[in-house]
Each structure stands twice: as C-alpha cells, then as structure tokens.
C-alpha cells in the first residue's frame, strides 16, 4: 500500500512535498517523493491518496492514566493533593474493574480519533493494558505500585508476581512495567527493592517526580503542604532530608535509561545534570501541570543539559482531553509566555517530543516514532481544511494549528485502527453507552 499526501513529515528528515510512504505488510519500506516511490513499489501496489493532508508519524503519549478517563471534570478547580483526594480518590470508590476497563477503552478511542499510535500508561490495574489491546495500539503498561500497611517485601513480591503474570498475557504490542508512583509515595526499602527486581526481570520503571513545590519543600526542608498531610496520606518517608527528590532517587539507584520521570517542574540544575547523566527520560505535561497549577518545567534547561524530553497528557481527569496536538501547542506557547521569549521553544522541538522523542522515552524509537523504511508502520493523517490552510511549513501547522479532530486516518503496524469516523479495532457505540452510564452513576453518587 501506498500512502500520498501533500506533504509527509518523516521528523527524522525535512518534510517531503507531494510525498508517499509505501506500507508492507507491518514495516515502512520507502518514503520519498510520491514518483520515486511508485517506481520502487512497482505495478498492482494499491494506492491511498489523502490529496492535502499530512502524512505523518503516530503521536507518543509518554505519560497518562487511561483508567481515569471518565473522571474528566470531575473536579477542575483544585491543585494537586486536594484534587487527588476530591477528583480521583473519591470519585474512585463507586467504581468498579468494569467501569474502570470502559474507561480506559474511552481514553483507547480518544487516542486513537486524534491520531495517538502509542501511549505510556500508569495504572494499579491491568484495565490500561487491556484496553489498549483491544484497540490495538501500541505502548508500555506500568503498573503502579503502593506498599500501604504492607512490609516493603510483601508489596514488592506481589507486585513483580502480578506484572510478570500480565506480562505473559500482554499482546506484543504492549510492554508491561512496574511505577510505584513517587518518591514520596513508597518507603525507602520498598522503592530499592523494586528498582533492583524490576531489572532483574527487565521490567521498565515509571515514576512522578517533583511535580509540586510541595514535594521539593518536603525532601528539602521537611516543610509545606505535603509535610502537613503526610500522616493523613500514610506516607512511610521522612522529609527535611536536606536533598531534592532527584538527589534522593539518585541515591536510591532510581535513576536511568529505564526510569521514565513524569513532570520534573521543580528540577535545580544539579538534579538535570544527574537525568542527563544516568539517561532518564522526562515525560512533559504542560496542559496537566498547568490546570492543576503545578508550575511549568524548564524545558528549555533540560534539552540544553542533555534530558530526552517527551510529551505527555497526564489522564483526561486533570487535563481534560487526551490531544497530543494540543500538547504539543502547549509546550511552546507556555515556555514562550512566562519568559516572554520566542523562539525559546520550536515548533521542530516540540514535534520530536511528541513523536520520536516519546519513542526514546519508552525504548521504541528502533521501531517507531519517524518515518523511515524499516520502521513498523504507525503513521497518522491529518487533513488540511479551514484552520490549517494556506501551509507555508507542514510543521509549523501540525503544531500551531492542528488538533485530534482533524485527523482523518490513524495506522498502528500497517493494521487501519481508525479512517475517517470509522474504527475498525472499537466498537464506539459500545464504549460510549457504556461511559455515558458511568457517568450517570457518578453523578448520582457525587
């Protein structure tokens, strides 16, 4: 099969006027000029022509909490802790394993209507991992780990026994990971001993890191919010340890080429210097820390220090849409804002972190991420209609003008997951009925 469009946008090379990726079987075998590809691809290939679109790679979203998609509005005026407690933890009683596994299916068809091929999910279920195999898409399942009134041996046996039985499950598509959520959220000894038996069974680690000045205060100096509401939270961590929360994941081993690191807004230069040098990614969340007025994190600082930085929405609860799209306007417009400074971020960088640098965040980038032969076939459309017209530079109105609603195909593997209002992996009807009576009980229960 050959994909034409207007424009095609490998990322990893300039963008291709009147270009052409041809598709064989689950692999890119060629990009290039629409002719050159033709002749390569030779007679009876069957062509897809989008006339004025995008042709582009799939969007990685680095960070999200697919199970809590139908708590989207829930509570929208809150900061983090408050929100946690009235937005999530609440809301989260009156549900149950079914309702959690539609609500992952909704955000599955989210993402994949608004051109999402692979996603980072963060869930204590495996709601996450199996939604996202029903619909097809491809992605890293982490699941999150709390030790509670557990001893630290307990929590961690249990929950490697769990990720590695999911993990035979899990289809090939999806990598299953352990989280255990925060530096605060776990004692010492439950975090090392997690560290140390998720490598040795070669399971990628996820964690939240320094999303709030509370959280700084707390490591730094033992003081604010989260310091207040550590007994009530039954935090098993000391604070005041007179060392930031990258320091202390630093010296607890937490640190490396497979620790994805959520948010990292309150980051000194020292702690971006240990990132870049043990080679942890950083999942960025504008939309998300914004609304719960966390802060915003130097992105600009941490490209220069050498963090792989990528993009992510955080869960439909605190964002409220999963729009990489949005995202990526995001991440320039606020860095530009509050510096009062353009270009501090482009459009180019902000696309890399939405494509081939959430592939980097999760070890995928060998096989998606850009548009290159060899790759597996994951690649979005985006049509150029009112909004996105004239297209002087394809980039630049992938990220300032483009979002989720304007993309008109969506391919994971070479396999059509989406075309046009049709999915081919979903039923929509079902997943929507079901949400929308999800919600019901919600509202009836709040």
Not at 359 to 380: F, H, I, N, Q, W
């Amino acid at each position: 099969m050959i994909l034409r469009g207007e424009w095609v946008v490998p990322v990893s090379r300039p963008p291709i006027r009147d270009g052409a990726v041809l598709v064989d079987d689950r692999a890119i075998t060629a990009v290039g000029p629409y002719e050159e590809v033709r002749r390569q691809a030779g007679r009876g290939c069957d062509v897809l022509d989008f006339g004025r679109a995008i042709i582009m790679p799939g969007l990685v979203n680095s960070h999200t909490h697919l199970m809590l998609t139908v708590l989207r509005g829930v509570e929208d005026d809150l900061t983090l802790f408050p929100w946690l407690a009235s937005g999530v933890l609440g809301p989260e009683e009156a549900l149950d394993d079914r309702d959690f596994y539609f609500s992952a299916l909704l955000g599955c068809l989210e993402a994949t209507r608004s051109g999402t091929t692979c996603l980072a999910d963060a869930c204590p279920r495996d709601v996450g991992l199996r939604a996202m195999a029903e619909a097809g898409l491809r992605g890293t399942a982490y699941l999150e780990v709390f030790e509670g009134e557990r001893s630290p041996e307990e929590a961690v046996e249990e929950a490697l026994k769990s990720a590695l039985r999911v993990a035979e499950e899990a289809p090939e598509r999806v990598r299953v990971g352990v989280s255990p959520h925060s530096p605060y959220a776990n004692s010492r000894e439950t975090l090392e001993l997690l560290a140390m038996g998720a490598r040795e069974e070669g399971l990628p680690i996820c964690l939240h890191l320094a999303e709030t000045k509370a959280e700084f205060e707390f490591f730094l100096e033992g003081s604010g919010e989260l310091a207040l509401v550590a007994e009530e939270l039954g935090l098993r961590v000391r604070g005041g340890l007179g060392k930031t929360p990258t320091r202390y994941l630093h010296e607890l081993g937490l640190l490396g080429p497979d620790v994805l690191l959520a948010h990292a807004i309150y980051l000194t230069e020292e702690d971006m210097s240990l990132i870049a040098g043990a080679g942890s990614p950083v999942a960025h969340c504008p939309k998300s820390n914004a609304k719960l007025g966390s802060g915003v994190a130097r992105v600009p600082e941490m490209l220069s220090s050498g963090v792989k930085v990528s993009l992510g929405t955080d869960s439909a609860a605190s964002n409220n849409k999963l729009d990489m799209f949005e995202e990526m306007r995001a991440a320039v417009l606020v860095q530009r804002a509050v510096r009062a400074d353009a270009p501090i971020l482009t459009a180019e960088e902000a696309l890399r972190m939405a494509t081939l640098g959430g592939a980097e965040a999760l070890g995928l980038s060998d096989l998606v991420g850009s548009l290159e032969p060899g790759k597996r076939a994951d690649v979005t459309v985006v049509e150029l209609r009112e909004g996105l017209l004239p297209t002087y530079d394809p980039i630049s109105t992938i990220v300032y003008c483009a979002d989720g609603s304007d993309v008109v195909f969506t391919m994971v593997d070479g396999e059509i997951l989406y075309e046009r209002g049709r999915f081919y992996k979903l039923d929509a009807e079902r997943v929507l009925d079901a949400c929308r009576r999800i919600g019901e009980k919600l509202a009836e229960e709040l």
